[in-house]
């Protein structure tokens, strides 16, 4: 219910306000003068500036402190291949939150194509704007080589925030999770559900920061390499995973497992599966808008945290924690590309911000409106950039 009536809010205030941001001008054009300073003749000096020095964009324009959040449509929150057009909330709302939480100007672009090459080219082109690039909800497998081709290309900033930032997210939750319940990353089993860009993201992201006993399942079950169904980039996931090679359905899959990231649909695990996980399971129920189970279920079979993506309880595991610091670092240390070393750095100084006194199981993750999030994770990646 309490879903509901937030959707229909959402919806009534959408079509009140007509699109959540807007441009303004940095400086009040008040007389001619001020028109000539601003455009011509006086910006010719500008143009010619730049033209002599490129760098120069970043003193006399607004590309310092811009950044594009692009997609195409094809993997809206849960929603799915819903197009273009209908993705244009969601790119608005990530701008809106760039700006509240970063200061940083975000402009939304969709892109009325899904063929790689195509979608590689436009941004290209587009790229001499921004000072960075956010793709956003766009499917895999096409994401990664989408990411990938952009970041070879290109001299600014590239990232995936399906993937990386909510790698990033639950992977500082679960740091301070596994700290609360006495358990290392090391020695953790842990299940991620969902075999698409954000599950592949993480997985990959754990074992980074040192997990070694991981288990992927997508709709099918535990991921075997042998599934002809399976894309090259799943393949190769079932291989770096399921080191005792496990057979089975999720309830499988789960049995003994330490923690549940989910990345999937909602309602896919039940009590019972729970109920068949170690003393002082962690679940992190991050399908959106409908959790794979409710923290009410979870913690009734036995689960000691949870976490999911929704905002309406404790411990919400979202990527809006990691992209506005993350690009205000990258902006500011102008750097080239946003590498392993710096995802890192940002997870654990997300992670820093909770405290050991204040480490509690319904306070693992600080909320996205700690003025420190921002602070702490820009300054990682400056550190990182040295």
């Known amino acids: 219910m309490i879903i509901i009536n937030i959707m229909k809010e959402s ?39 730049i033209k002599d020095h490129p760098e120069a964009a970043y003193e006399l324009t607004s590309k310092h402190n811009t950044v594009a959040v692009i997609s195409d449509g094809t993997a809206v ?19 809106a939150i760039f700006k509240r939480f970063a200061g940083i100007d975000a402009i939304p672009i969709v892109l009325n194509t899904k063929d790689v090459d195509e979608i590689v080219k436009t941004v290209s082109y587009l790229a001499p704007s921004f000072g960075g690039i956010n793709l956003e909800d ?43 319940v006495g358990k290392t990353l090391e020695n953790a089993r842990i299940v991620i559900n969902g075999a698409g860009s954000a599950g592949m993201a993480i997985t990959t992201f754990l074992k980074e920061l040192g997990a070694k006993d991981l288990i992927v399942c997508d709709k099918a079950g535990i991921l075997d390499p042998e599934d002809k169904n399976l894309n090259p980039s799943q393949i ?19 049995k003994d497992a330490d923690a549940f990231i989910g990345v999937s649909a909602g309602n896919v695990v039940s009590k019972d599966m729970v109920a068949g996980m170690a003393k002082d399971a962690i679940i992190f ?16 079979a036995g689960a000691r945290v949870y976490g999911a993506g929704i905002s309406n309880i404790p411990n919400q595991i979202n990527n809006a924690l990691v992209f506005p610091g993350l690009f205000k670092g990258a902006l500011k240390a ?28 319904a306070y693992i993750i600080p909320d996205v409106f700690n003025e420190e999030v921002t602070k702490a994770i820009s300054q990682a990646i400056i550190d990182q950039k040295g």
Do not use: W
């Open 11 to 49: 919806l009534a205030l959408h079509r009140k306000i007509k699109g959540k941001i807007s441009i303004r001008c940095n400086y009040e054009i008040r007389d001619k003068k001020d028109l000539a300073l601003l455009y011509t003749p006086g910006v010719a000096s500008s143009c010619l500036e």
């Open 77 to 95: 929150l849960g929603l799915g291949d819903i197009g273009p057009l209908a993705a244009i909330p969601v790119m608005e709302g990530k701008c």
């Open 138 to 180: 766009i499917s895999a497998p096409r994401c990664f080589e989408i990411e990938a081709r952009l970041k070879e290309m290109l001299d600014i900033p590239v990232f995936h925030d399906d993937q990386h930032g909510t790698a990033i997210a639950s992977g500082a939750a679960l740091l301070n999770a596994l700290k609360l």
């Open 236 to 254: 190769e996931l079932a291989h770096m995973t399921n080191y005792r090679n496990l057979k089975g359905d999720l309830k499988a899959a789960l």
């Open 285 to 300: 129920a991050m399908a959106n808008p409908t959790p794979e189970i409710n923290r009410e279920d979870a913690i009734e």
């Open 334 to 361: 102008r750097v080239r590309q946003i590498d392993m070393e710096m995802k890192i750095a940002a997870c654990k100084a997300l992670a820093g911000i909770v405290s050991d006194a204040e480490l509690n199981e």
